[in-house]
Nanobody, 123 residues
């Protein structure tokens, strides 16, 4: 079992930056791959980024590649999403998920999700 709590969302102007954090409870955090997803009202949840349990491997959605960076600190049970050059279309509720592998399908079907944190980018 793992419980996830996100933080770091807020209101930022286009071109600005935010860093999201996802803190996990439980001693097994380091065994999970982690992912970030986002969702806006009326739309399906969208994959943003994922990272392997060791942090050695990452993947990104094309829409955020080069602007967002996912990282993790297993000593702190935390995964981060550094978001730079934010655009209004990045506005969404961002949630983290944990799974046994960093495959997007597996992460998206995970039983382990945080409550989400709102990111709003103004133009």
């Amino acid at each position: 079992q793992v419980q996830l709590v996100e933080s770091g969302g807020g209101l930022v102007q286009a071109g600005g930056s935010l860093r999201l954090s996802c803190v996990a409870s439980g001693r097994t955090f380091r065994s999970y791959a982690m992912g970030w997803f986002r969702q806006t009202p009326g739309k399906e949840r969208e994959f943003v980024a994922a990272i392997s349990w060791s942090g050695d491997s990452t993947k990104y959605a094309d829409s955020v590649k080069g602007r967002f960076t996912i990282s993790r600190d297993n000593a702190k049970n935390t995964v981060y999403l550094q978001m730079n050059s934010l655009k209004p279309e990045d506005t969404a509720v961002y949630s983290c998920a944990a799974a046994n592998a960093m495959r997007v399908a597996q992460l998206s079907q995970s039983d382990y999700w945080g409550q989400g944190t709102q990111v709003t980018v103004s133009s």
